[in-house]
């Protein structure tokens, strides 16, 4: 049976909180939703944002977690899932399976996702490479 007493009720409206620095990335902005609060760090849900150009991109790595999606709301990004690019575009889903190993290397100046992650304090642990990577598309002024 689902323990309903230790969550409570949230609700953030845009204005409510703001993108900032100082999450996993430091080329991205993320906006807490409030979600690991009201779930006592039983998921996290925020969105991010692209901040600076994609030089080098995420590295490979993998999360240390139970369950990952990643929902794009605004324009794109490609990632490589194991061997595999994936174009991810504004509406598309990706659930990441727990320990794939995966590197985010290009993305659009306007992209912002939606990420899902149980539990909210999960770890990210770099990983070998598994295939090279192509090159980002630069962005122009």
């Known amino acids: 049976m689902l323990d309903r007493t230790a969550t409570t009720f949230s609700h953030v409206k845009p204005g409510d909180t703001s993108f900032l620095p100082g999450g ?3 080329f991205f902005l993320y906006r807490d939703l409030g979600i690991a609060a009201a779930t006592n760090g ?11 150009a994609p030089e080098s991109g ?5 999360h240390e977690a139970d369950f990952q999606i990643v ?7 490609r ?14 889903v990706v659930h990441q399976r727990p ?3 995966h590197y985010l290397f290009d993305y659009s100046p306007d992209m912002e996702y939606l990420e899902i992650v149980s539990p909210a304090d999960f770890k990210s642990i770099d990983v070998a490479p598994v295939c090279a990577i192509p090159a980002p598309t630069p962005w122009t002024n």
């Open 42 to 52: 039983k998921v996290i849900a925020h969105l991010v944002k692209a901040n600076m």
């Open 24 to 26: 996993l990335r430091d």
């Open 58 to 62: 995420t590295g490979w790595h993998r």
């Open 99 to 101: 320990g794939i190993s």
């Open 79 to 92: 990632f490589m899932y194991g061997d595999q690019e994936t174009l991810v575009e504004a509406g598309d």
């Open 71 to 77: 929902i794009m709301m605004k324009d794109w990004a």
